[in-house]
């Protein structure tokens, strides 16, 4: 009787743990797959957006896309999901909005590192529980490439019409997100979520 209820009291805070730690494992999973839709739908939205003001309007029209409608965007998801949903870049033309805090650097070196060893951009991605000083926070980024029509806006000298360099050098006295060729890394989408304590 009591051989039995000690094996017990051992046995069952370890199976509890167990479940607990395979119910945390299945979450960090839900929210991966969360945030890996909503980054797509955020650059599916922004892309469109891109396209058609393009066309209507050229690209002088279309600097108000990535400079009022991506944060526009980004903050009307964060609002409805209630995480931190960005964009960050590898060199930064808005160090306000774009510039990535010491995590994001790391991970976008990492996904640097991922594109020479011959992975594709379209699906990289990492996510990742990280510990606070106010707490734990799942993170999560997914790598975004610069395609042929980035280059009006961040590609060299050449790529970008004298108008809209004009626009971009009032606008950004200290941009350096040009330079850029297509397939290289520009940045990420990164969202952060608090993970309350259970
Ligand atoms: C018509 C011009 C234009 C085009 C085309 C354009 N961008 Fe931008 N991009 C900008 C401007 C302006 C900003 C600065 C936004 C701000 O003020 O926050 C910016 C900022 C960004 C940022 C945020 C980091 C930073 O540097 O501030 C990313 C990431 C980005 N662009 C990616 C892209 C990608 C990827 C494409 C192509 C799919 C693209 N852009 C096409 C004008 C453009």
């Not at 494992?25 to 890996?36: D, K, S």
């Not at 526009?72 to 774009?98: C, F, H, Q």
């Not at 996510?127 to 999560?140: D, H, L, Q, S």
């Not at 606008?171 to 993970?195: C, F, H, M, W």
Request: proline share 5%.
């Amino acid at each position: 009787m009591n051989k039995s209820m000690n094996s017990l009291g051992i046995i069952l805070p370890l199976v509890l743990s167990l479940a607990n730690a395979a119910i945390a494992a299945e979450n960090i999973e839900q929210r991966r797959e969360g945030a890996m839709k909503t980054a797509q739908s955020f650059m599916q939205q922004l892309g469109n957006t891109m396209k058609s003001s393009m066309k209507s309007g050229g690209p002088e029209a279309a600097i108000k896309v990535c400079s009022e409608q991506a944060p526009a965007i980004a903050g009307e998801i964060s609002r409805n999901k209630g995480w931190k949903v960005t964009r960050v870049g590898t060199r930064v033309r808005n160090p306000m909005l774009g510039m990535p805090d010491a995590w994001e650097q790391q991970v976008l070196a990492e996904f640097q590192s991922r594109l020479n060893s011959g992975e594709a951009l379209q699906q990289m991605s990492f996510a990742e529980v990280v510990t606070e000083p106010n707490g734990k926070y799942f993170r999560f980024m997914k790598a975004i490439g610069i395609k042929p029509q980035c280059l009006t806006c961040h590609g060299s000298d050449s790529d970008i019409p004298q108008a809209v360099h004009a626009v971009l050098r009032m606008r950004y006295p200290n941009d350096e997100a040009t330079g850029y060729k297509v397939g290289d890394l520009r940045g990420a989408v990164s969202i952060k979520q608090a993970i309350k304590s259970m």
